[in-house]
């Protein structure tokens, strides 16, 4: 899975947080919704464009994260700031 074909960064789009590729639904929300209990039947009943495959892209893209340390980082930088 390339997630890249479905997550996207745009500087005009959410000040360029990065979003599920022709929504303004981002990473971080979707993550939230399974985070808070949402199943996947749920987010795709309540947001009719995304697919399977989109949401299976932005774990994908979770994971790319963790692996380059990204969350980590970010996580660091918080708690010392």
Sequence with gaps: ???REYVHS???ILVGRPVIRGTRLAVDFILGLFATGWTERQILESY???TPEALQAVF???AQCVRDE???TTASDAASG
Aim: hydrophobic fraction near 55%; charge should be negative; proline fraction near 13%.
């Design 10 to 12: 745009d500087p005009e």
């Design 1 to 3: 899975m390339d997630w």
């Design 70 to 72: 990204t969350l980590f």
């Design 60 to 62: 994908a893209f979770a």
């Design 48 to 50: 009719p464009g995304l």
